[in-house]
């Protein structure tokens, strides 16, 4: 678990730290794997020790008296006798450690639940044996012939290299669209396998899924090489349907209907039902083609639809029973039931026609408590309405993916990136806990994935969905939040607040945060076998405390702040306007001008300009980058007014919210590298590691040395030739600016789209877009006088185009 601030050093007082002009906050990436220089911990900390007083956890900086098996509570100071049981080797000079060794200076440990010493090793065995893994995968039968049937390839292929074999994981294939909801039912004879069909629900309280299917017909180990061909068949078969299903004569806008809230519910009440104990972990992998199309109705009378539910299983297994049926004799029962249910839904659907922008919000809660999570792959083809797809991804920790340059997916991203989101370790059923010592708290969270709990266990209605901030409510140190996150680089962000005007002046204990995670933890292993297990981590950091601004400042972590930055900036958008957005981001920037050291200037007899405290914040290192970054974000699609509430806003605020400082950096601000020419593609010289400005003058300027340029940000890779590039076109693949390309694709937790271009050709706009300094239409403005803006007062389209030079 990594915990970073936006400086090393904590403000000291509430002046100290309205002087420093920094945020006082921290990022934090629970998922992020322990580093290993805090191996020792491991073998200090086998279970779980805590403070008898205040609840915390022991851990590498609580100061120890191996004589007197005495620790001290870094919290709350409280000193605590180590039980007999526990420990441990104890370092007997962990003040010097604590100079010496990292993991004595920040503190992270994991113990793993399952594990426990005084259990007979056998009964746990059995135990872990029980832990499953339930994945859905759910077509949409709406989508489009190219489309569904690279769905059906990946899915098939997914199956094949990552989950059959598997003794723990269980597959299930869901299908929707045209007024049904189809189950692929694993009960039936091997060669008669084929999709159920059930008409959707419309009224989703009284209607329950596994009254009528039972969780072992929908879920199954591909275990086997007949359960393999089993499904090839079957995934076959439902793309057959599909094919002569859009060229039946259906009415084309019941064709469009999916029913994913109908859907969700199913999977919920299978997870829900007597399975929860055999399922640690669901995984729903949708692909839907556009909205939620689930209608809510009052009067239906939902004994009714049940019963029709129980006919055409009845009816299904009359047919089954009869004669042998061939595949296309399968194909043709199971079109003509589709068309008798389909009638016979027709007086339902036409009671209500309003769209329900709650459907599927609703079942954001219990998503997380049942530990489902949630990833929805789109393609560009359709508007995809994705605001209603956010709380239900954002709450159970899955990944909202829009593949907006295109209109039909591509095989081999789709089947990547569903492959990436399988391998990257997930987090379910947690609880979180953040403590800080009594001198400060939690003020704001910026956050998906989590959700505040009450100590005081009030009706979960209560619990507050987080992904807002929260005002400063809090009477209790102590913050619980139920959590569900995915991926080692997922990252949230955190505010603190003194709680008294004094701060850690006079304080006796070192400002300390401790954030402990007791979750479900699912994660492949080397073997490619999927592993699940019960974890608890502690992550404790300790910080510094200072008076000075300029200290403050020049230990700041810019990634941090500009994370930050970017969650306050998001809400203001939301609350009020882009706009607003815009200007939140650039009265920062200016408020941070004004907190800036005086500059050594000998004939100060005039108030500082701007110019000379830029000067002055450029040549602070750990400062140097913020401006740009600012600029990066100011500049970004999400605050651009025509853009507000698209698909593809939405899907770049949900990636954005999760990514890593680092990562959501390069997002902001793309980094260029150069190479070619002087330079050979082996033995590559990239600019320094913040790269060149993101300015034509800038490449002009190294043009003559380098006809290669490379741009990073983060989803896009544009390998740029130069109309002198003489390297073979497109890259070799052998050549070190190949692998490390291809390093960078591998490491991300979405496939990056690359793009290869020459200038003076059409695709060179791909690069030329990236240049986002250059402002347009500043020729007849005078540069050098770079007086402060008044930004309020600017128009929208004024504010977007606004360059660099005249944003500093
Ligand atoms: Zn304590």
């Keep these: 678990m990594k915990l970073e601030g936006s400086s090393d050093r904590f403000p000291a007082d509430p002046p100290s730290k309205s002087y420093s002009g920094i945020p006082w906050s921290m990022c934090i990436s ?51 006798l180590f039980e007999s049981q526990d420990l441990i080797v104890i370092p007997t000079d962990l003040k010097s450690l604590r100079d010496t060794e990292p993991c004595f200076k920040d503190s992270s440990y994991e113990i793993n639940l399952d594990f426990d010493e005084n259990i007979d090793p056998n009964v746990n065995e059995q135990v872990s044996e029980s832990k499953n893994l339930a994945i859905f995968f759910v077509l949409d039968l709406s989508s489009s012939e190219i489309s569904f049937e690279i769905v059906t390839q990946v899915v098939l292929k997914l199956v094949q290299t990552k989950l059959a074999m598997h003794s723990n994981v269980y597959v299930g294939i869901l299908t929707m ?22 008409p959707v629900q419309y009224d989703s309280e009284s209607v329950d899924f596994t009254q009528s299917v039972e969780c072992e017909r929908i879920l199954h180990c591909i275990d086997s090489q ?14 057959q349907y599909h094919k002569t299903q859009l060229k039946s004569n259906f009415n084309p806008t019941e064709i469009e209907k ?32 556009g909205p939620n199309c689930d209608e809510m109705s009052e009067n239906i009378d939902s004994n009714k639809h049940a019963k029709n539910m129980k006919n055409v299983i009845d009816d299904v297994e009359a047919g089954e029973n009869g004669a042998d049926k061939s595949k296309s004799g399968i194909l043709e029962f199971v079109q003509s039931k589709l068309s008798f ?14 769209k329900s922008r709650k459907g599927l919000a609703q079942y954001a809660k219990r998503t997380q408590q049942s530990g489902v999570m949630f990833d929805f792959f789109f393609n560009g083809s359709h508007k995809s309405d994705l605001k209603q797809f956010r709380t239900l991804a954002a709450c159970s920790g899955g990944n909202l993916v829009l593949y907006s340059n295109s209109t039909e997916f591509n095989a081999e ?144 972590h810019d990634k941090v702040v500009v994370k930050i930055l970017f969650r306050k900036a998001m809400l203001a958008c939301r609350d009020e306007s882009p706009k607003q957005a815009r200007i939140l981001l650039r009265d920062w920037l200016a408020n941070l001008l004004t907190r800036l050291p005086q500059p050594n200037v000998k004939d100060s007899h005039k108030a500082k300009p701007p110019k000379l405290q830029l000067e002055t914040l450029l040549s602070i290192e750990s400062l140097a980058q913020l401006p740009k970054l600012v600029f990066g974000l100011f500049k970004s699609r999400i605050f651009c007014v025509d853009a507000e509430e698209s698909d593809e806003n939405i899907f770049l605020e949900e990636l954005y919210t999760s990514l890593s400082p680092e990562d959501f950096a390069l997002c902001v601000y793309p980094r260029i590298y150069a190479c070619g020419h002087s330079v050979d593609l082996n033995s590559m010289l990239f600019f320094n590691q913040n790269g060149l400005a993101l300015r034509k003058d800038a490449i002009d300027e190294n043009r003559r040395q380098n006809s290669l340029f490379v741009i990073d940000n983060f989803t896009r890779i544009v390998i740029f030739y130069t109309r002198t590039a003489t390297e073979s076109f497109p890259l070799p ?22 793009v290869v271009c020459r200038e003076d050709t059409l695709d060179a706009n791909w690069f030329w877009s990236f240049m986002i300094e ?19 007062e600017l128009s929208d389209e004024k504010l977007q185009n606004i360059s660099y030079q005249e944003f500093v």
């Design 30 to 80: 629970p998922l992020s794997d322990i580093d290993s220089n805090s191996e020792p911990n491991r073998q200090m900390i086998h279970h779980a020790i805590r403070c008898q007083s205040c609840g915390a956890y022991f851990c590498n900086l609580s100061r120890v008296d191996c004589t007197t098996r005495l620790w001290r509570c870094v919290m709350c100071g409280i000193r605590n």
């Design 177 to 198: 669209g045209a007024g049904f909801l189809g189950v692929l039912d694993y009960s039936l004879p091997l060669t008669s396998q084929h999709n159920r069909l059930f």
């Design 226 to 239: 007949q359960m393999m061909d089993m499904l090839a068949f079957s995934l076959d078969s439902i793309c």
């Design 258 to 289: 999916r029913y994913i809230a109908s859907t969700v519910q199913l999977i919920l009440d299978v997870q829900s039902k007597d399975y929860a104990t055999t399922f640690m972990a669901t995984r729903v992998f949708m692909f839907p083609s």
């Design 341 to 354: 249910l389909f009638l016979e839904s027709v007086p339902n659907r036409l009671q209500a026609f309003t």
């Design 413 to 556: 991203i789709l089947f990547d990136d569903v492959r990436r989101s399988l391998d990257s370790a997930i987090a379910v059923n947690g609880i979180l806990r953040i403590r800080t010592t009594p001198e400060f708290q939690v003020s704001k969270l910026f956050c998906r994935g989590l959700r505040r709990i009450y100590l005081e266990e009030k009706e979960d209605e209560d619990a507050e969905l987080l992904d807002e901030v929260r005002d400063g409510d809090v009477q209790d140190v102590n913050e619980i939040y139920s959590l569900n996150l995915s991926g080692s680089k997922s990252s949230f962000g955190i505010d603190f607040e003194f709680c008294s005007s004094e701060g850690f002046v006079g304080a006796v204990l070192v400002p300390c945060v401790q954030v402990v995670m007791r979750f479900t933890k699912v994660w492949v292993d080397r073997n490619g076998k999927f592993q699940i297990q019960r974890v608890l981590r502690v992550s404790t950091h300790p910080g510094n405390s200072s008076q000075s601004r300029s200290v403050i400042q020049k230990e700041v």
């Design 733 to 754: 693949s052998g050549c070190a600016l190949h692998h490390h390309i291809a390093h960078l694709i591998s490491q991300r937790p979405i496939q990056p789209q690359v």
């Design 774 to 792: 250059d402002g347009t239409e500043t020729s007849g403005k005078d540069v050098k006088s770079r007086k402060l803006i008044n930004f309020t």
